[in-house]
Nanobody, 125 residues
Framework: QVQLVESGGGLVQAGDSLTLSCAAS????????MGWFRRAPGKEREFVSV????????NVADFVKGRFTITRGGTVNTVYLQMNSLKPEDTAVYYC??????????????????WGQGTQVTVSS
């Protein structure tokens, strides 16, 4: 498994931007595709985005298409989630996760082997 630590959450206003970071350590980072999930109060955890191990393939949930972008930090063991045009309904705890399904397609939480502790994002109206 790989150890993951998220950062970058906070309180913002609707329309603002925020970038989340996920730092990975442990086993070889490049063996994994990296994803972001979120859990809003009273709701189930839901898929947000995933990036393949080589950074060439992404999968993005419909509700964030055109607003959120996932990227990897080159040789640095970090993955980012750039969030633009934030809405109050984006308020949630955001989790970084790693999966050995490396092609960047899987959206199922059960396919992910390692999880971070989460970072809170709150968007006020």
């Amino acid at each position: 498994q790989v150890q993951l630590v998220e950062s970058g959450g906070g309180l913002v206003q609707a329309g603002d931007s925020l970038t989340l970071s996920c730092a990975a350590s442990g086993r070889t980072f490049m063996r994994y595709a990296m994803g972001w999930f979120r859990r809003a109060p009273g709701k189930e955890r839901e898929f947000v985005s995933v990036l393949s191990w080589n950074g060439r393939t992404t999968n993005v949930a419909d509700f964030v298409k055109g607003r959120f972008t996932i990227t990897r930090g080159g040789t640095v063991n970090t993955v980012y989630l750039q969030m633009n045009s934030l809405k109050p309904e984006d308020t949630a705890v955001y989790y970084c996760a790693a999966t050995t399904v490396r092609d960047g397609t899987t959206t199922a939480p059960s396919d992910y082997d390692s999880w971070g502790q989460g970072t809170q994002v709150t968007v006020s109206s």
